[in-house]
Structure formats: C-alpha cells, structure tokens
C-alpha cells in the first residue's frame, strides 16, 4: 500500500473563503472527525501490519529461500541438471545443507519480496528441464518492481519457452517486451531486439524481421551487431541494401 501524502495549504485571507469555510466546519466538523479518524486509524493499522507481520515474514522468508538461492547461483554456473533442479524447486538435503523449496517459499510466504525471487527462479528452472508451460505460469507471476533489466530477462525468458511451443506471435511478443523493459541497458535491449528480430526472419515473418533490423540499427548503433556489420548482411539477405 502506497503511503499517504496530506498537503497542507496556507490560509487564505479573503473574508468570504474564510466565512465559508468556517461555515463549512461548522456544518460537517463531526462527518469530517469521523473520517478523519478512520484514515488515522487505517494508517496506524498499516503501520502496525507493515512492522509487526510484513516485515517479520519478509525476513523469514528471506532466510528460508537463501539456502535455494545459493544453489540457483550455482547452477547459473555450472548447469541446470534436474536433480539440482528438483531439490532447488521442492526442497531436500544438498551436501549437509537443508534447502526450502522455491515452491514452498513461494506458498508460504505469499506476498514477500522472497517469494517473487522465488517465482522468477521457479520459471527459470522450469524452463531448463523444458517445463515451458510452467515456466511461463511462474515467469509470469514476478515483478520486476522497477528493476528493469531483471524483468526484460523474465521476458526474453517467457519468449523462449513460447518459441519452444512453436506460439509465434507470442514468442515475438515477449522478445519485443524484453527488448523494450530497460532501453537504458544498450547492450540487453540491443540483444534482445536483435534475438526478435532474428526470430521473426526464421519464422517467416520478412517484413517485421526488416523492420527490427532496421530498429537495431536505429536505436543502437553502437551496438556489436551495428558495428561489425551483421545487421546489414541480415538486411542484404533480405534484400534490403542501404
């Protein structure tokens, strides 16, 4: 819940606005206590639910999901093989470690920050073993909650699994979305174009593959695929020459 701005403005020194409000107060002086009082209260209840509940399972979550963490860090290392895959999503016992399942955390601890790491690794995971319907379900469900680049990945991600599924129009959807998500990171946005682009050539869709070449070329000149001339071979093959 957004916090609550009150502004307050200087007086006025007009007789009439003064008279007026006074009759104003004078009139709904106790529906406006009333009110008042009911928004005190409901601040002061949130403040109490925000320091009393929210943040005390925001901790425990985050303790409960650190262990599953740690081994989804690894695994971006090293492999998503499905026997670390099963213990990171369901739980179990890794080298002495006991490890809380990201579906567990997600369960228990609904509505924290934890939790919403846990979907984004959730959906991830899925779509290593090739879990797409899944993975897209889980992928779906984080927000980026501003961290932009984090949520463009969560996109070309769900774009993946789509292509995997032969959705199209989805799949190219979502490449587009992710390239979109943080235009500010130059290097993901331009890769991420460029994965859409590609995308829409292999999938027979010409006119938007010339289009989000030319988009690459565009916005990201700099960019490797700029600069080292990809993009005007994959235009020339089209048979677009500048």
Same mark, same amino acid.
């Given at each position: 819940?957004?916090?609550?701005?009150?502004?307050?403005?200087?007086?006025?020194?007009?007789?009439? +606005?003064?008279?007026?409000?006074?009759?104003?107060?004078?009139?709904?002086?106790?529906?406006i206590?009333? +009110?008042?009082?009911?928004?005190?209260?409901?601040?002061?209840?949130?403040?109490?639910?925000?320091?009393?509940?929210?943040?005390?399972?925001?901790?425990?979550?985050?303790?409960?999901? &650190?262990?599953?963490?740690g081994? &989804?860090? $690894?695994?971006?290392?090293?492999? &998503?093989?499905?026997d670390?895959?099963?213990?990171?999503?369901?739980?179990?016992?890794?080298?002495?470690?006991?490890?809380?399942?990201?579906?567990? +955390?997600?369960?228990?601890?609904?509505?924290?920050?934890?939790?919403?790491?846990?979907?984004?690794?959730?959906?991830?995971?899925?779509?290593?073993?090739?879990?797409?319907?899944?993975?897209?379900?889980?992928? $779906?469900? &984080?927000?980026?909650?501003?961290?932009?680049?984090?949520q463009?990945?969560?996109?070309?991600?769900?774009?993946?699994?789509?292509?995997?599924?032969?959705?199209?129009?989805?799949?190219?959807?979502?490449?587009?979305?992710a390239?979109?998500?943080?235009?500010?990171?130059?290097?993901f946005?331009?890769?991420? #174009?460029? +994965?859409?682009?590609?995308?829409?050539?292999f999938?027979?869709?010409? $006119?938007?593959?010339?289009? #989000?070449?030319?988009?690459?070329?565009?916005?990201?000149?700099?960019?490797?695929?700029?600069?080292?001339?990809?993009?005007?071979?994959? #235009?020339? $093959?089209?048979?677009?020459?500048?």
């Amino acid at each position: 819940m957004a916090e609550k701005t009150v502004i307050i403005t200087e007086p006025t020194t007009e007789n009439s +606005v003064v008279t007026d409000a006074r009759g104003f107060w004078e009139k709904y002086s106790r529906p406006i206590i009333y +009110v008042g009082g009911i928004i005190i209260i409901a601040i002061l209840g949130w403040m109490a639910y925000k320091n009393f509940i929210v943040k005390p399972k925001e901790a425990k979550a985050n303790d409960a999901i &650190f262990p599953a963490e740690g081994l &989804f860090d $690894k695994m971006a290392v090293t492999g &998503f093989n499905k026997d670390s895959v099963n213990i990171a999503l369901n739980g179990g016992n890794l080298g002495g470690t006991n490890i809380t399942g990201l579906l567990k +955390v997600m369960s228990t601890y609904s509505g924290t920050e934890a939790a919403n790491r846990a979907a984004y690794m959730t959906g991830a995971s899925y779509l290593h073993i090739k879990e797409f319907d899944k993975a897209i379900k889980y992928l $779906k469900q &984080f927000d980026g909650n501003g961290a932009n680049q984090v949520q463009g990945k969560a996109n070309l991600m769900i774009g993946h699994a789509y292509a995997e599924q032969k959705k199209t129009d989805d799949a190219l959807s979502y490449y587009k979305k992710a390239a979109s998500a943080d235009s500010k990171d130059e290097a993901f946005a331009s890769d991420a #174009l460029l +994965v859409a682009a590609s995308y829409a050539e292999f999938t027979g869709k010409t $006119k938007e593959a010339i289009d #989000l070449y030319k988009e690459v070329k565009a916005k990201y000149p700099s960019s490797n695929a700029v600069q080292n001339g990809d993009i005007d071979k994959y #235009l020339a $093959k089209l048979g677009v020459l500048d």
